[in-house]
C-alpha cells in the first residue's frame, strides 16, 4: 500500500476505491469529536523479505473532517508481533488496530491543541 498525493482519496466514495484497490480490508469508523477515523487493513503481506523476514501486516487510518479526507496514515508490524505473549490470532489483530486507532486520536488532539484545525476549517 503507497500513499501518495496521486492515489490518497480526497472523498468517502474515493477511500472505499482505494481500500478495494489496495488489497485493504474495511475494519471499521470512529468518532473523534466532530472527526471521522476510518481503519482498514491488509492480509498477512511477505512481500518484503529484507526488512520483514517473517512477513508483516498493514494497518491504515484515515481521518476525515467536513466529509473530506483530511490525513491518513499506514503502520506495519512485524508478522511475529507480541509473540510472547501468548496472544489469539484474534488478540494480535484487535491489538494493531488498537494500535492504529490510538496513533490517529493522538495526531487529531495534537492538531487541536496546535490549532490547525482552526486555521483549515
Known amino acids: 500500500m503507497r500513499f501518495t498525493r496521486k492515489n490518497m482519496p480526497r472523498s468517502r466514495l474515493e477511500l472505499d476505491q482505494f481500500v478495494h484497490a489496495n488489497g ?6 470512529w468518532k473523534h469529536g466532530d472527526k471521522s477515523i476510518f481503519i ?3 492480509d498477512f503481506e511477505n512481500d518484503k523479505p529484507i526488512e520483514y ?12 473532517a467536513n466529509d473530506k479526507l483530511d490525513v491518513g496514515r499506514g503502520i506495519d508490524f512485524d508478522g511475529l508481533h507480541d509473540m510472547m505473549q501468548g496472544w489469539t490470532f484474534e488478540a494480535k489483530r484487535q491489538a494493531r488496530i488498537n494500535t492504529a486507532l490510538e496513533d490517529a486520536r493522538k495526531w487529531l488532539d495534537q492538531s487541536d491543541e496546535t490549532g490547525r484545525f482552526d486555521e483549515i476549517h
Open 53 to 64: 523476514p517473517t512477513g508483516y501486516y498493514q494497518v491504515a487510518w484515515f481521518v476525515f
Open 24 to 29: 485493504l480490508n474495511p475494519v471499521g469508523e
Open 40 to 42: 482498514a487493513e491488509t
